[in-house]
């Protein structure tokens, strides 16, 4: 079938995407607890960044079908970022667990898509493991910024 294999770019950009979340991770397990704060902060915004990208996603998504947008669509797409925002604004080990439960949410409005046609066949293959990846690295976060 054709369309059914994730582009090897689509998965080399896609993972590379995760390296900043490792960094954050890393730098609140190994890292000095000077940095602490700012690792944790740099988490969250990056965090924001990606799921802002994703509603981006959903909104391109909604709008390929010329005719009629999908309007749910439409104003899903906006959630992630808005949510995302306040829970960088508002800080803290917290807002990181709630920033890995929202990329595990998101995951229906991707499957959502993939079912409409809107995104590849390859999409959730895709983008599962990445919404899984940043909500444990997430989690990780908070733990270790949790126990500095």
Do not use: K, N
Request: proline share 7%.
């Amino acid at each position: 079938m054709i369309g059914t294999h994730t582009p090897r770019g689509a998965l080399v950009l896609g993972y590379a995407g995760l390296l900043p979340a490792l960094a954050a991770a890393l730098l609140l397990l190994v890292g000095p607890a000077a940095w602490t704060g700012a690792a944790l902060q740099a988490h969250l915004a990056y965090a924001a960044i990606i799921l802002s990208f994703i509603g981006g996603l959903w909104w391109g998504a909604a709008c390929a079908d010329t005719s009629a947008p999908s309007i749910p669509v439409l104003v899903a797409s906006v959630v992630p970022p808005l949510v995302a925002w306040a829970l960088a604004l508002a800080g803290g080990p917290l807002s990181l667990v709630a920033v890995a439960v929202l990329f595990l949410a998101v995951l229906p409005i991707d499957r959502h898509l993939t079912g409409e046609r809107l995104t590849p066949a390859w999409w959730l293959r895709l983008r599962v493991p990445l919404s899984a990846g940043m909500a444990l690295l997430a989690i990780v976060s908070a733990s270790a910024s949790a126990s500095a």
